[in-house]
């Protein structure tokens, strides 16, 4: 089974530049999860899907940064502009919403460097 | 609110030496999870193990073993006869389940075992 993919990888890009992140869930996963983690710290919660909807995303600055999973699948994760505070690795992780406890699946992150 | 506590930073072992990697919670709630994640420098977090609030059993597998205490609110992780393999940043984290399980992670340990 396919784990949770993610791409790009890495991202360099110049401030006040948009930056899209893609994450496709493990399949039959109907919740998915934006975190974002700084260096040498821990991930936090940016946005969580139920399917298509977005249950919690109050976490997200919203004035730059956006989200959507429209087919309940796959999601995009937008950053527009992008500013130096920006630079992290964005993980999506995924998990059955049914027996949810909190375990998630992740993937390897998109690092984005912000210069 | 919830807040997990890692005060370990970075921890330096020597191959086939015990290390332990501690974890303190602070949660008014009564339902809810502990977890301990591995990430390696693939970037990816790996689920180590869950346990709920309501069992205090200490757990063993393999050369990994958790002790899960409430009264100190502590949830501490031992690797045993430490490997290389075992070098990366592990985080505990909570969930609490009148917050839709939303994960809360520690700031991470970095732990490097040397041959």
């Known amino acids: 089974e396919a784990g949770v993919v993610q791409s790009p990888r890495y991202k360099i890009i110049e401030k006040k530049q948009p930056v899209a992140f893609w994450c496709n869930p493990i399949?039959?996963?109907?919740?998915l999860y934006w975190y974002r983690q700084n260096l040498g710290q821990g991930p936090e919660l940016l946005i969580r899907?139920?399917?298509?909807?977005?249950?919690?995303d109050s976490q997200l600055p919203k004035d730059r940064f956006s989200a959507e999973r429209l087919k309940g699948v796959d999601s995009t994760l937008k950053i527009q502009p992008a500013e130096l505070g920006d630079s992290a690795v964005y993980l999506c992780a995924s998990n059955h919403g049914i027996t949810n406890t909190g375990e998630l699946f992740f993937g390897e992150g998109s690092r984005l460097t912000v210069l | 609110a919830q807040k997990v506590t890692q005060a370990q930073t970075e921890i330096s072992v020597v191959e086939k030496e015990d290390v332990t990697l501690d974890c303190v919670y602070e949660?008014?709630?009564?339902?809810?999870?502990l977890f301990w994640y591995k990430q390696p420098p693939s970037g990816e977090l790996v689920f180590l193990i869950r346990r709920n609030s309501f069992d205090e059993q200490n757990e063993i597998s393999g050369r990994y073993s958790w002790n899960f205490q409430k009264s100190t609110s502590s949830f501490n992780f031992t690797i045993t006869a430490s490997q290389v393999v075992d070098s990366a940043v592990y985080f505990c984290?909570?969930?609490?389940?009148?917050?839709?399980?939303?994960?809360?992670f520690g700031g991470g340990t970095r732990v490097l075992v040397k041959p």
């Open positions: 399949s039959g996963h109907n919740t």
């Open positions: 984290a909570l969930s609490i389940k009148a917050a839709g399980n939303k994960l809360t």
């Open positions: 899907y139920e399917n298509e909807e977005a249950v919690d």
């Open positions: 949660t008014r709630d009564t339902t809810y999870y």
